[in-house]
């Protein structure tokens, strides 16, 4: 391999963030026809973990510009950084508009810069930014000055006020930022060992007493981090609970629904995530389902509505799918499939990663098992920022039954074990994989060689074994993947 060291196109682009890689395209997008080869070029050198001259002129060798192609190189880095100056426009405004403050003081015009003040204060206080609003309040002492009806002593008090809501807020944060990260690679706790770890989130007192929360952001992260507490030790009953307070928290203040759009999507994803996961409620799914299509059109950041999209197909699949009505879910999947092709790197594949694997489940629910499995295999724990080998590890199980369901059994003792170690590896080969891998690999592999009583046979014994492993309440929640109970349910269903 011809790897060079120092190609600089190649390290500016791997050094931007989904983020920015994602406004670089709409960016392209948005100017000359002929810019296609520019996105072409980009897309090459972004799928080069490392540079490969080699590699790089044969992906190109069927491109016209070939021949100029350091000049096209040389272009397409400007084009690079002139999308990097407007993205950073873009987050430069409240520099821009504690400037302008700055001048109108300067000026003279003291009753306008008042007035501009307290038209960004409001706008802050509804986004609940608050270190934007002490830097206004600092603007606001200066300006006491020239105007004598700004009680400066008020201003101070608001500004001690607002420290402590940052503060506040910031430990909310910080909470939440250490539960995700000790779920960062499972996402349910998963042994005894793990729960241990839990324990010392129990005794916070920020966690127990929703009034230690005195701002809207940090009640709502008072609600989501105990959702995930709850979901993550399989405590469905509280997780429903707290993601109920969750939303209606946010949807009894409509101002702050598209300010905290993100915000918003965990809390119906939370409850909704709920309904799956305990006691499934149809008329409320729905009710939820709908009042999300009616939000998304309103969310303002692109990105974030494609979101909302996403997790829309997510959970209406898996609605029609504990329905039992296939037929629509299979018409809902091929509306879902290109919606992933013209998303592909939506939400650093964290959105979509859940959602390949929901496409998944409905071909494989419904006995399409080759595109089951087609899809099943896309589901790769790398594509995100969390290693999620979770959804990772059942996306693979379900490619075994596949297999065994497709008559492919020749390699499938291969596969599980190849794949037992390779989660073993990955520290994620816990008691329900390995006894799931060992059930398909052992005795799913005669699946098509029995009779129907023996199909019953091995389907009731497996249901028994499922309801032993999913006794402790760590396990419950692996539903969330797939509920091998309720398709046992439905195979029974079919033979009997």
Same mark, same amino acid.
């Given at each position: 391999?011809?790897?060079?060291?120092?190609?600089?196109?190649?390290?500016?682009?791997?050094?931007?963030?989904?983020?920015?890689?994602?406004?670089?395209?709409?960016?392209?997008?948005?100017?000359?026809?002929?810019?296609?080869?520019?996105?072409?070029?980009?897309?090459?050198?972004?799928?080069?973990?490392?540079?490969?001259?080699?590699?790089?002129?044969?992906?190109?060798?069927?491109?016209?510009?070939?021949?100029?192609?350091?000049?096209?190189?040389?272009?397409?880095?400007?084009?690079?950084?002139?999308?990097?100056?407007?993205? @950073?426009?873009?987050?430069? /405004?409240?520099?821009?508009?504690?400037?302008?403050?700055?001048?109108?003081?300067?000026?003279?015009?003291?009753?306008?810069?008042?007035?501009?003040?307290?038209?960004?204060?409001?706008?802050?206080?509804?986004?609940?930014?608050?270190?934007?609003?002490?830097?206004?309040?600092?603007?606001?002492?200066?300006?006491?000055?020239?105007?004598?009806?700004?009680?400066?002593?008020?201003?101070?008090?608001?500004?001690?006020?607002?420290?402590?809501?940052?503060?506040?807020?910031?430990?909310?944060?910080?909470?939440?930022?250490?539960?995700?990260?000790?779920?960062?690679?499972?996402?349910?706790?998963?042994?005894?060992?793990?729960?241990?770890?839990?324990?010392?989130?129990?005794?916070?007192?920020?966690?127990?007493?929703?009034?230690?929360?005195?701002?809207?952001?940090?009640?709502?992260?008072?609600?989501?981090?105990?959702?995930?507490?709850?979901?993550?030790?399989?405590?469905?009953?509280?997780?429903?609970?707290?993601?109920?307070?969750?939303?209606?928290?946010?949807?009894?203040?409509?101002?702050?629904?598209?300010?905290?759009?993100?915000?918003?999507? @965990?809390?119906?994803?939370?409850?909704?995530?709920?309904?799956?996961?305990?006691?499934?409620?149809?008329?409320?799914?729905?009710?939820?389902?709908?009042?999300?299509?009616?939000?998304?059109?309103?969310?303002?950041?692109?990105?974030?509505?494609?979101?909302?999209?996403?997790?829309?197909?997510?959970?209406?699949?898996?609605?029609?799918?504990?329905?039992?009505?296939?037929?629509?879910?299979?018409?809902?999947?091929?509306?879902?499939?290109?919606?992933?092709?013209?998303?592909?790197?939506?939400?650093?594949?964290?959105?979509?990663?859940?959602?390949?694997?929901?496409?998944?489940?409905?071909?494989?629910?419904?006995?399409?098992?080759?595109?089951?499995?087609?899809?099943?295999?896309?589901?790769?724990?790398?594509?995100?920022?969390?290693?999620?080998?979770?959804?990772?590890?059942?996306?693979?199980?379900?490619?075994?039954?596949?297999?065994?369901?497709?008559?492919?059994?020749?390699?499938?003792?291969?596969?599980?074990?190849?794949?037992?170690?390779?989660?073993?590896?990955?520290?994620?080969?816990?008691?329900?994989?390995?006894?799931?891998?060992?059930?398909?690999?052992?005795?799913?592999?005669? /699946?098509?060689?029995?009779?129907?009583?023996?199909?019953?046979?091995?389907?009731?014994?497996?249901?028994?074994?499922?309801?032993?492993?999913?006794?402790?309440?760590?396990?419950?929640?692996?539903?969330?993947?797939?509920?091998?109970?309720?398709?046992?349910?439905?195979?029974?269903?079919?033979?009997?």
């Amino acid at each position: 391999m011809n790897k060079v060291k120092g190609d600089n196109l190649h390290t500016l682009i791997h050094s931007l963030s989904p983020t920015e890689k994602r406004f670089f395209k709409r960016f392209v997008k948005g100017r000359k026809q002929e810019e296609n080869e520019y996105l072409y070029l980009f897309d090459v050198l972004n799928g080069m973990r490392e540079f490969d001259k080699e590699l790089f002129l044969v992906n190109i060798s069927e491109r016209k510009f070939q021949k100029q192609v350091e000049v096209k190189k040389h272009y397409l880095f400007q084009l690079i950084l002139d999308s990097q100056r407007q993205f @950073r426009d873009t987050k430069l /405004w409240l520099h821009n508009s504690l400037a302008e403050i700055d001048i109108l003081i300067e000026k003279g015009l003291y009753a306008f810069a008042y007035k501009r003040i307290q038209n960004l204060i409001k706008q802050a206080q509804i986004n609940e930014d608050f270190l934007f609003e002490i830097q206004l309040l600092q603007k606001k002492v200066v300006l006491a000055r020239y105007q004598p009806q700004i009680d400066t002593n008020s201003v101070i008090q608001e500004q001690q006020f607002c420290y402590a809501k940052s503060q506040n807020l910031l430990e909310y944060k910080q909470l939440l930022n250490e539960l995700s990260t000790i779920l960062s690679q499972n996402s349910f706790v998963r042994n005894s060992k793990q729960l241990r770890r839990f324990d010392r989130f129990s005794k916070n007192r920020l966690i127990n007493n929703p009034a230690e929360a005195i701002s809207l952001s940090a009640q709502l992260y008072f609600y989501h981090f105990n959702f995930l507490y709850h979901a993550s030790l399989g405590e469905n009953d509280s997780c429903y609970n707290s993601a109920i307070k969750m939303h209606r928290l946010i949807s009894t203040h409509p101002e702050a629904t598209r300010s905290f759009a993100q915000i918003y999507l @965990r809390a119906i994803s939370a409850r909704l995530s709920s309904l799956i996961l305990g006691r499934y409620k149809k008329n409320e799914f729905q009710s939820l389902v709908s009042e999300l299509k009616a939000n998304t059109i309103r969310i303002r950041e692109p990105e974030t509505r494609k979101v909302a999209q996403g997790i829309l197909y997510e959970y209406q699949l898996i609605a029609l799918l504990r329905e039992n009505n296939f037929e629509k879910a299979l018409k809902l999947v091929h509306e879902a499939i290109d919606f992933v092709k013209n998303n592909e790197i939506l939400a650093d594949g964290n959105a979509l990663k859940y959602l390949h694997f929901d496409i998944a489940k409905t071909f494989f629910i419904t006995g399409n098992y080759l595109d089951a499995n087609k899809w099943l295999l896309k589901t790769n724990f790398t594509e995100s920022k969390s290693k999620g080998t979770d959804i990772y590890a059942f996306s693979r199980i379900l490619s075994l039954l596949c297999d065994i369901f497709l008559n492919n059994t020749q390699n499938v003792k291969y596969n599980a074990n190849y794949l037992r170690k390779q989660l073993s590896n990955e520290g994620a080969l816990f008691e329900y994989e390995a006894f799931l891998i060992s059930r398909i690999g052992n005795n799913f592999i005669h /699946w098509n060689d029995l009779q129907k009583n023996g199909k019953i046979d091995l389907l009731e014994r497996f249901r028994e074994e499922l309801k032993i492993q999913l006794a402790s309440k760590w396990k419950a929640n692996m539903v969330l993947y797939f509920d091998f109970e309720w398709w046992i349910g439905l195979q029974l269903g079919h033979l009997y």
